[in-house]
């Protein structure tokens, strides 16, 4: 079975700076998907970023980069010139692409960010 | 965008009542629905698969008789909470997937 990790339960920023979240997972499976979600305040879950373990180009959207190690099974968020919006709890989460195996998300047990002025 | 509509976001029952939530994909239908139970500053966990048509997939340890999934149509799942204890309450999220795997605002279930 797949587990992922999050080996930080909180971390904390200055605006303007940069953070580095860490994610590492367990899978025997050679193609996967792994992504990183935001859960703000208010609970709802908004997806960052998104990397397709085949691509072995590092995937990037805006201020949020992530450093996708496939041989050591990490896969850490970056985000650059940290903003107050970005305070909220951070998931990282794995997906087969197998439908056999069901599509649902296995989620590590999430990091939460706090952002300070 | 894709948009999944979760119904109630809120919801405060006695003990021994049930309570129905409803998943709804408002713009794209899906034939899979997931149902995930997260606990105040703690992961999601998913519950159960919803299937159009055929009977839910529930994961280890999830009472199938306690949480009812039907999933009748391709644009709606709705999670029943059969006889709610306290230790029911908990936030219930539902997602489903269009180009990506889109979540409702999740629904927050308090039993007295």
Not at chain 1, 25 to 48: A, C, G, H, N
Not at chain 1, 73 to 94: E, H, N, P, R, V
Request: aromatic share 12%.
């Amino acid at each position: 079975a797949q587990t992922v990790t999050q080996s930080q339960p909180e971390m904390s920023v200055q605006e303007a700076e940069t953070v580095t979240l860490s994610c590492t997972y367990d899978t025997s499976e050679s193609d996967y998907y792994l992504f990183w979600y935001k859960q703000p305040p208010s609970r709802q879950m908004i997806l960052v970023i998104r990397q397709e373990a085949y691509k072995q180009q590092n995937a990037t959207e805006n201020r949020f980069s992530v450093n996708f190690q496939k041989a050591a099974k990490s896969f850490s968020l970056k985000i650059s010139d940290s903003q107050l919006g970005d305070a909220a709890m951070y998931f990282c989460a794995y997906r087969s692409v197998f439908l056999q195996a069901g599509t649902a998300l296995i989620f590590g047990k999430g990091t939460t960010l706090s952002v300070s002025s | 965008g894709a948009v999944v509509s979760q119904h109630p976001s809120w919801v405060i029952c006695k003990s021994g009542t049930s309570v129905k939530i409803e998943c709804r994909s408002l713009d794209f239908q899906a034939t899979t629905m997931f149902w995930y139970r997260q606990f105040p500053k703690q992961s999601l966990m998913l519950m159960a698969t919803s299937n159009e048509g055929s009977k839910a997939t529930y994961e280890q340890g999830v009472e199938k008789d306690k949480f009812l999934i039907n999933h009748a149509s391709l644009t709606l799942s709705t999670l029943t909470v059969t006889s709610a204890h306290p230790e029911d309450s908990s936030f219930y999220i539902c997602s489903a997937r269009a180009n990506v795997l889109t979540f409702g605002a999740g629904s927050r279930l308090t039993v007295l």
